[in-house]
Structure formats: C-alpha cells, structure tokens
C-alpha cells in the first residue's frame, strides 16, 4: 500500500527525488526610524558565499538556497547591521524576514555596530524577552501554542496543576497582563478562558501569522493602558504578495489550515493587498472519549489579516481572532470515584469571542515619523454553569451569563526630532457589559446592564547622551472612565522612567534601572455585580495601583550571547479584596472560575519583590538557548492587615528551553520548568458538604499548607523533508518525560459504593487522584505546500 501511495505523490510530481529541492528566501529590509525601504542593503546567508542586494522598494530574493537552517545578516552603508537568527529555509513555505536596520550616529559613523538580537529599547531597556515563531514552533510541550509556549519565559509561574496558560509573572495575579496584536488589545488570547482574567487552557492565537512575539515585565510603554505585570505583544507578518502557499496542521488534539495568497495580483510581480486566513478544529473531544474520560472540551478557532498598500507611505491592514468553545461531561460506562467528582464539579462552559480591527498606518514623507490609527470592536460571550446534574444539566445552583463589548479608537504618533524620539496620543473606548447572575449558595439573582466611556492620553520622549553611552526615557499616562467613582484623570497619573547605561567601550557592559506607576480600571465582572437592592456596590472603587522599581545589569558575553541580573519590587495598593471570602483577589482568576463577580473593597495592599538571573544563547553553533532563575516573595494583604503570602508565592523558580539543530535536518529540543513548594487553599469540608457539589475554599487557612514542588521536563525531536512542491515536518514529543508527579491539592467527593451509590449519611471523603506521573507522547504532522 505505501509503495502505491508513493507512486501516486511521483506521478503527480509531489516529491521529486532528482532535484535539489532548494528552497527561496525573501523578505524586506526598512528604515526603523521611518519604516521607508533600503535600497542597495546587503543580505547574506552567514557562513557561506550566497548573498543579493535590495531593490528599489527594500526587498530581496535568495533562490536556490540548500533547505537548512541559517543565520542571514543585512547590512547598509550608515546604518547598523541586523542577524536574524535560527531562520529555516525550506523548499516550501520559508517564511519572510523583515530586518529593520537603526541609522548611525555621527559619533559612530566610523565604528562596525551590529543590532543588538536582544530586544530592547530606550523605553523598555530590560525586563524583556522575546520569541520568534520558528522559536515558537519547535518548543517542546508546547504544540504550536504561542500562549503555552510563553509560560517558559522567565519570571512565570506554572499555575496549579501546570497545564493552563496563566501569566502569572514575578508574583503578580493572573488578570495582570495585557494582550496586543499588531497594535491591536486582544483581551482575551485562550479557549475557555476565565472572565475576569485571561487565562485558559488552550491558547487561540495561529503561529503561522506571527512573526515575533515579545513580553516586557515592567518598564511598559506609556502607550499601554492597563498593565500591572505584564505587556504581551505581537507583530504580525504580511502575507505572500507574490503566490499562494498552504499549511497545514495535525497534531495530538487539533488539526488547522493556513491560507496566504496574494489578491488581485493580475500581471504584477507582488500584489499590493494580501490575505492570510486560518481555521483550527478540536478532536480532543474525542480523544477523551476513547480513552474513557469524562470532559468534552470542543472548540473552533479562526483568524485572519488582509493588508493593502495604498502607496509608499500609507497602509491599511484588517485583522480579526475569534473563538467557539463548548465544555461538557459525560458519564463513563463504570464507576470511578476520581471521574465522577470531575462529573459533579466541574463547571459548563459556554463561550464564544472575537475580535476585529481596522488599522491605518501612515510613514511621514519627510521620514521623520509615522502614525497609526486604529479602530477595533472585541465581544465575549461567556455562560459558565453550575447544576446539580451536570451531565444532563439540570438543577441549575449558579449561573453567570454574561456579554462584555468594547468599540476602541486608539491614535499612536511618533516623531523623531534632532535626537528626541517623541511619542504621544490617545484612546478613546465605548464598554457595554449585561449580565444575569443567579447563585443559590451566594445568594445571588441579579439582572445588570451597564455602558460608559473609558479614555486615556499618553506622551513619552526619549533620546541618547554622552555620544550614545546614556539614553533616558520619560513618559506619562493619564487615564478615567465615566462609569467608576473611586478615580479621577489625574488620580490615575502615570509616571515612569527609565535609564541605560553602556559602561564599556566595547557596549558588553550596560546598567539599566526603571521606576512606574501603573494602574488597572477593576473588570466588568466586579463593576457590573449588584447587591439584592439593585446597587452597583463596586462602583466606587478605585483603579488598582502597582509601582515598579528594576534595576539590572547586562553583560553581552558575544554577539549572541547574554547575561542579566535584575532586581525588581512592585508595590501594590487600593487592590480588590473579597468580601465574602476576606482575601485578596490576587489570589484568584487561575482556574475555571469567574473572577471579581462579588461584593469586593480596594483597601488591599500587596508586595512582590526578588531576583532574576537569566543567560540566553542565540542559535550559535548549532545551539540556542534560555536558562533563567527567579527568586521571589509575593505578599498580599487582606481588606487590612499584614501582608500574607499568595498561592503564587513559590519563592523559587527555574526555566530552561533549547535546542541542538543537527544534520539533515534533524533538531532536539528540550524544556524544564521548576517552581518551588506553592502555598494553596485547602477545602473546607463541613461548607463544601452543604454546597456540594460546589467545594468551599477555606481562605483563612491561607499559607497553611503548601503543595509539593513542580518540576517537569519536555523533549522534543523535529525532521523536515523537502520535496519539490511539498515540504513535510514531523514531530515527535514526550511531556513529563523525567516521571515527576504534578502536585495537586487534595480533592474530595461525595463518598460512595463501589457501585456508584451515595453512603448515608452523606459524607465527603477524599479522592485518590491520578498525578500524572506518567510520562505522556505525542506525535504530529505540519505540511507546508
């Protein structure tokens, strides 16, 4: 049969075993100060003969390329070079590179200077870190998930039990991050993600669009509203302007396809509008199934951008990410005690999002400056469930239904002056938010509906001294609504500043300290609840407030090597804290749950503060790498009070993510991730036996008891092959491949006989629960043609 098969791909001219299957590289090489093309840039594959100049519009071609992975440099007369890194060339579906090179100073005119491959910036001069997708692509454990993928960056937190995608970064909660594509604020990057947070298990976002993901952990742009730990950004490519190419995707849960083509090209050599659209399905659904559990999760994603050039300085760009999620239980044919708990506890889930954008972005002909203006509309629809019956469900105990909708207009202009670079703009947004909440146990019914106007205004201003040794960075953020009553405009200012310094002549030994204050508006789920009077009790609280201090020293120990040591403390005040529950909601928003839908006060203050030593290698010597080691206290206080330590407070945590490309294509990669003994909240067992099947968490005994530690390694083994119209990877991984149990706090059911009946009087009892000590394989298929 196979031999038949291969016969049928020969004759159809699929594989061609005579031919060299070379591969093509393109791309673009631009001004980074006015974005406008390079022509006569050199681009040269690294370590070999091959190289081509830009044309007139900044772009190049390299054919004929042996598929392998390289390292490719751009470099122009006044300008300093750029080295994109662990770039792999296929005979089929090579993405694009796009090198933005910076201009050299008068003072440096005579000095080689090679962009630095570590992104910073004078506005965010550390506590940064970023991915490529290649980088993305092949991270063991992490199937393609940008989102999972980011969880080995340093400073996160594995959540409990490991397997969501929280951004739980430097001890701060999981509702701490903000999400931006293409300039775009995505509020929500998971399926089944918890409302009030963002955090999910499934990430939603398609590799294949992005070229370049990047996380800052303080020192954020002024240009971001709503940070308190962390600002999540991602660039997007432009699509294929000169032919079509298709991917597609089948791995152990979910298969998806990727469309780029080129529209209304006709007889032109590059089309000036572009379309690139993907869909992904779920089978996990039936995955569980055959192996006899009881969850259903299913869920559809899809995205997609068309981008048209208007003319040399103008373009328009149109993007969108939208989600379908359905979460469900069914009975297994025999009784488990384990299954069955799962059955009765676990919420349903029914969501759908998305998001669409409209962005215009304009370069200035003088080359002095660029804009964007950006119009975008976000919705979540989110019914999350609780019955007494929960296979059939029927007997409904609580229910949160509920419709968030934002409209935003965003304006983002920058200039550059003599040695200034200035920034300033604003954004003005429209939130429409309805709920129905009925809870039974809380005591809960309440139909809410509210609308207002949230607006901000940002400036910053940056430039270099002492012949580019210091650079300083100011910038500042004002923000209000017209709903909250706990802050005003300038209640809400927002000051930073940040500082780097080269100490060495060579540029390996730099100095870089931060100091902001940032500042949240509470989410819908807190502003929108209601007492049984009607009253939007947590109206009048105030915008959370957390203040950053950084201070690090980097050393460049190659050109693609570094070292950095950072010192941080973020202090935290007028955060939520549960009336009910009297704890900090910092403390919340990491699990299936809905977040900040209660009475709370802001009178709560918290503190994170520790260390960071981190090394990371780009691919040199056919190895790259990120080791990194965090340690932290994170500590937050009830309505009053001492500070007390939060279920985040691991106080240790290790992370390592590499690879070692080999011969004929062939790359291993590895992942390790530690956190240290986690505090967690135990089960109150008497008020879980009254709610159940709701378990009651005993809040007060906080810090009491804490979970083992977390350690788990994934391995990776990628082979591509190359064939005239087709290129083919496949992968094998092994997550958990070291056997370490993931720790879990202790669950508990109703107790019950072996036949499944329930012993009277009833009782809860704990459960033996499955700690996954068994390493898990996966294997998947990506077709690039």
Do not use: C
């Amino acid at each position: 049969m196979l031999n038949r098969l291969l016969v049928i791909f020969l004759s159809l001219g699929i594989f061609s075993l005579n031919a060299q299957n070379n591969g093509r590289l393109t791309g673009r090489v631009i001004d980074n100060q006015s974005l406008l093309p390079l022509e006569g840039a050199t681009v040269i594959i690294n370590e070999t003969t091959i190289g081509v100049v830009t044309d007139a519009e900044g772009y190049f071609t390299i054919n004929d390329v042996p598929p392998q992975t390289y390292n490719i440099e751009a470099n122009f007369l006044g300008y300093g070079s750029q080295t994109k890194f662990n770039v792999i060339v296929k005979s089929v579906g090579t993405a694009d590179l796009l090198f933005k090179l910076d201009e050299l100073s008068e003072s440096l005119d005579e000095v080689v200077v090679a962009k630095s491959p570590f992104r910073t910036s004078k506005e965010t001069p550390l506590s940064t870190q970023s991915l490529s997708a290649v980088e993305i692509e092949t991270y063991p454990g992490g199937n393609n998930d940008i989102a999972k993928v980011a969880q080995s960056l340093p400073g996160i937190s594995p959540s409990i039990g490991g397997f969501r995608n929280d951004f739980i970064i430097r001890g701060g909660a999981p509702n701490e991050t903000v999400y931006y594509l293409d300039g775009v604020e995505i509020p929500n990057i998971n399926h089944f993600s918890t409302q009030g947070s963002a955090g999910g298990p499934v990430g939603m976002l398609n590799v294949d669009f992005v070229r370049e993901v990047t996380l800052s952990s303080s020192a954020f742009g002024a240009e971001y509203d709503n940070p308190l730990s962390g600002v999540l950004a991602f660039e997007q490519r432009d699509g294929n302007a000169t032919e079509m190419a298709t991917k597609v995707r089948i791995g152990a849960s979910e298969a998806g396809v990727t469309l780029n083509t080129p529209l209304f090209k006709g007889d032109k050599e590059r089309s000036n509008t572009t379309l690139m659209l993907s869909a992904r399905r779920s089978y996990l659904q039936f995955v569980f199934e055959l192996v006899g559990l009881p969850i259903r999760p299913d869920y559809w994603d899809y995205q997609w951008k068309i981008n048209h050039t208007i003319d040399a300085f103008n373009s328009i760009s149109f993007i969108g990410l939208g989600s379908i999620d359905d979460f469900s239980v069914v009975a297994p044919d025999e009784f488990d005690a384990e299954q069955q708990s799962t059955i009765e506890q676990v919420p349903i889930i029914k969501q759908k999002t998305n998001t669409v954008g409209l962005s215009w972005k304009r370069k200035f002909k003088s080359g002095k400056g660029r804009m964007q203006t950006t119009l975008s509309t976000n919705r979540l629809q989110n019914v999350f469930s609780r019955f007494s019956d929960n296979e059939n469900q029927t007997g409904l105990l609580f229910e949160n239904d509920a419709v968030e909708q934002e409209t935003k207009l965003r304006l983002h202009v920058t200039q550059f002056s003599s040695e200034w670079k200035l920034s300033y703009g604003a954004n003005l947004q429209f939130s429409n938010y309805s709920n129905e909440t009925l809870g039974l146990l809380e005591n809960f019914n309440y139909a809410s509906s509210i609308d207002f106007m949230k607006y901000g205004f940002f400036g910053k201003a940056s430039r270099s001294y002492l012949e580019d040794k210091l650079s300083l960075s100011f910038g500042l953020r004002l923000d209000a609504d017209s709903f909250t009553t706990g802050s005003s405009l300038i209640d809400n200012l927002s000051p930073r500043l940040a500082a780097s310094y080269q100490l060495s002549s060579d540029q390996r030994w730099k100095l870089n300290a931060s100091v902001g204050r940032y500042y949240k508006i509470p989410p819908y789920t807190m502003l929108g609840f209601q007492d049984l009077q009607g009253n939007f009790i947590n109206k009048n609280n105030r915008y959370t407030q957390s203040d950053h201090y950084v201070f690090g020293v980097e050393y460049n120990w190659t050109p693609t090597a570094r070292i950095t040591v950072e010192g941080f403390i973020k202090d935290y005040s007028q955060y939520p804290v549960s009336v009910l529950d009297q704890v900090s909601l910092a403390n919340k928003g990491g699990g299936f749950e809905v977040l900040g839908n209660e009475p709370v006060v802001d009178t709560g203050k918290g503190k994170s503060s520790g260390i960071e030593v981190l090394f990371q290698q780009k691919l040199t010597k056919n190895f790259y790498g990120v080791l990194a080691y965090t340690h932290f206290f994170s500590e937050f206080s009830r309505a009053n009070g001492p500070l007390l330590p939060t279920v985040w407070d691991s106080r240790n945590l290790l992370s390592f993510t590499g690879g070692y490309k080999l011969k004929r294509n062939w790359e291993v990669s590895l992942r390790y991730r530690y956190a240290g003994e986690t505090p967690y909240v135990p089960t109150d067992i008497a008020a879980s036996l009254v709610a159940y099947p709701r378990i009651v968490m005993d809040y007060n005994r906080l810090g009491d008891v804490t979970l083992d530690i977390f350690s788990q390694g994934d391995i990776r083994i990628d082979k591509k092959w190359n064939f005239k119209r087709l290129s083919f990877n496949f992968y094998l991984e092994v997550q958990n491949f070291l056997a370490k149990a993931v720790p879990r706090p202790l669950e508990y059911g109703i107790a019950r006989n072996e036949d499944g009946t329930e012993i009277n009087p009833r009782s809860l009892v704990q459960i033996d629960t499955d700690r996954t000590e068994t390493p898990l394989p996966s294997f998947g298929f990506v077709f690039d043609f």
